[in-house]
Each structure stands twice: as structure tokens, then as C-alpha cells.
């Protein structure tokens, strides 16, 4: 029987079957796709770069906004600085030339405020498209003092996993938005106004907060929570350094506005859309010195790679299986009836 896929990332499994069947080996190709990998690293003559890209399939009325913030995530993963951006946009047949100029506006303004530079793209209108949808490509140079990309298979057992802010922003915001019209009678206008600001307050873009770490000794890696959420990020980050995982799931910063929208739309925050927060891989010695640089109220230890290859979530002393969701609990929420 033939099995149909569901909305959103490959099934872990598949994408690795996958990408075993491509060309990827390459002297200069220094990280090469894989699960919990986030961008390429490739060395270019003397020079380390870090190269991704991106989708932005949903937010019609913000994508450039997203692309931007989305790539750049994932090229300071890497430990680098994004420089040069490309795209491809496609347009639907029909669509107004305002909202073409305010999608392009947006995007000079965003490629502006992290200093990238637009090296060019593609834009067509096509009846294949029934909303906007942009494509965005960043490349970006290694901002580490020794010159070395960080790469998620470095991890080692008894290094330590922090997180950097709660979760779930961007899953938060989307929420807000697109469920307005339910949330008005249950949420004050307050609350849901700050739900939606925080894609803004503090933002999807994790760059400003990275830079500040990079060039602490003992930050192994880093990894940007997307789709599925921070428990499917977890798996993602364990499965490229090819461990296991104990995470202590009580001490995990979970949004008091993520769990006011749990508790209504009946979804697990931990599965939620997480861009804005990252995960840290480092040494036990380095934790003090991170949390110190982005703020004790920012920073959470929240578990350690293990030599087993089982992701285990602790609540006290009760032990479970840390989930993994092929399918991000927004799909859920939005669905869900109320």
C-alpha cells in the first residue's frame, strides 16, 4: 500500500533515503544535506560559507518578511554572517501590482536591517499558484574568530542542550492571526495583540542573539526549531550527531500566551511552529559563559546528549519517549473546533 504524505517536513526516515541517492561528495563540501543539518558548508578557496534555502508557502501578507528571517536562521546555525540573498517568486495569475510592490518593499527593508545584499532571482505569474509564494536563498560567511563552521554532528555524549527564549513564537503569532476571529470573545485584545507582536517582540530572527555566542569556547552547535516544533528540533539535533538524548521537559520555557492557545485549540506546544528560539549544543564548561552573554532570563539548560540512541523527556521522575511530529501541531490547531 502506498503511503500519502502529509502536509509539511518529509518524514525523517524518507528524507535520509532520499538524500543517500544524491551526489554529495565533495572535497569543498564540508556539511552536506542531512536531517538536523541546517544550511551547506562549503569551503570556497580560503573562504568557509554557509548556503540555504527556503520556502515561504503561507504568510501571503508577510513572506518577505519570513524568507528573510527563515534563511537567516539557518546560515547563523552554521556560525555565520548572512550576506547575500536570492530569490525565486511566483506570483498568481491576477494578482494586484500593489501587493507585488508592498511584497518587494518589504523584502528591500528586510534584506537592509541585517545588511544583505540582493544578488538577484526570479519572478514570474503562474496559474500553478494560487497565492504568493517566495523561494528565498541566503549565503553567508563564517563570523566564528577560529574560522571554523559549527556542524551538529560534533556533538558528543555529556554535552549539554540549552534554549534560547520560549516557545512557540512564530507557531504563537501565526495562531493569533489566523484565529482571531475565535480568540476575540475568549482573549482580551491585550493579550492577543501581544501574541501577534511577538514575531516582532522578540522576533523570529534568532541572528542578534547568536552573534553574541559565537565566539564562546565550548558552543558546538546550534540548531533553529522550525516545523514540528522543539521536540521534532531535539530529534533533529541528536539524529545529526548520531546520539541520544535526556531532556528534563518540566524546565522547558513554554509561552504563557503558547499555553494559554494550547489549553483552547487542544495542541502540544512542544510540537508548535518554533522559529525565534534556538537550540545550543556545548560543553558543560561553556554554559555559564552563554548564559551570561544573552541574559539568565533568556537561557535554559534543559538536558545532555547521551551514548544511547533513545530521546527520553523526563517530568520528575517519570521517563517517556520525547515525541516527534511528522506533521506540526498547527495543522491541528487550525482544524480544531471550538
Keep these: 500500500m502506498k503511503t500519502k504524505l502529509l502536509p509539511g517536513k518529509l518524514p525523517a526516515a524518507l528524507l535520509t533515503q532520499l538524500i543517500a541517492k544524491l551526489p554529495t561528495k565533495d572535497k569543498n563540501l564540508l556539511i552536506p544535506p542531512g536531517v538536523g543539518l541546517d544550511a551547506a558548508g562549503l569551503k570556497i578557496g580560503n573562504e568557509l560559507v554557509a548556503v540555504t534555502t527556503d520556502p515561504i508557502t503561507f504568510a501571503t501578507d508577510q513572506i518577505a518578511f519570513y524568507s528573510v528571517a527563515v534563511n537567516v536562521n539557518d546560515i547563523a546555525c552554521l556560525g555565520c554572517r548572512p550576506r547575500w540573498y536570492s530569490a525565486t517568486l511566483l506570483l498568481p495569475v491576477n494578482i494586484k501590482t500593489s501587493m507585488v510592490k508592498q511584497i518587494w518593499e518589504e523584502l528591500a527593508y528586510e534584506l537592509r536591517r541585517y545588511g544583505i545584499t540582493s544578488i538577484g532571482g526570479h519572478v514570474e505569474v503562474t496559474p500553478t499558484v494560487n497565492t504568493p509564494i517566495l523561494i528565498g536563498q541566503i549565503i553567508g560567511e563564517v563570523a566564528t574568530k577560529n574560522k571554523k563552521l559549527l556542524d551538529a554532528r560534533n556533538s558528543l555524549p555529556g554535552d549539554k542542550i540549552l534554549l534560547c527564549n520560549g516557545v512557540a513564537i512564530e507557531g504563537t503569532a501565526l495562531l493569533a492571526k489566523e484565529r482571531a476571529r475565535d480568540l476575540v470573545p475568549l482573549l482580551s485584545t ?16 534568532i541572528w542578534p542573539s547568536v552573534k553574541k555566542i559565537l565566539n564562546i569556547s565550548g558552543v558546538v552547535a546550534l540548531h533553529d526549531p522550525t516545523e514540528g516544533g522543539i521536540a521534532t528540533a531535539l530529534h533533529e539535533l541528536a539524529d545529526a550527531a548520531d ?6 521537559g518540566a524546565v522547558i520555557p ?6 494559554q492557545l494550547a489549553a483552547i485549540f487542544n495542541f502540544d506546544p ?7 528560539s534556538f537550540l545550543i549544543a556545548c560543553k558543560p564548561n561553556a554554559v555559564e559563559k552563554i548564559i551570561s552573554a544573552l541574559g539568565v532570563n533568556k537561557v535554559t539548560e534543559i538536558g545532555e546528549f547521551s551514548q544511547s540512541k533513545a530521546k527520553i523527556i523526563r517530568y520528575g521522575t517519570k521517563k517517556h519517549l520525547l515525541p516527534r511530529y511528522i506533521q506540526d501541531e498547527i495543522v491541528k490547531a487550525l482544524k480544531c473546533q471550538i
Design 190 to 205: 491585550v493579550t492577543l495583540k501581544k501574541m501577534r507582536n511577538l514575531l516582532v517582540n522578540p522576533g523570529i530572527c
Design 254 to 259: 513554554i509561552l504563557k500566551e503558547t499555553q
Design 243 to 248: 546520539l541520544g538524548l535526556d531532556v528534563d
Design 270 to 276: 512542544l510540537g508548535l511552529l518554533a522559529s525565534g
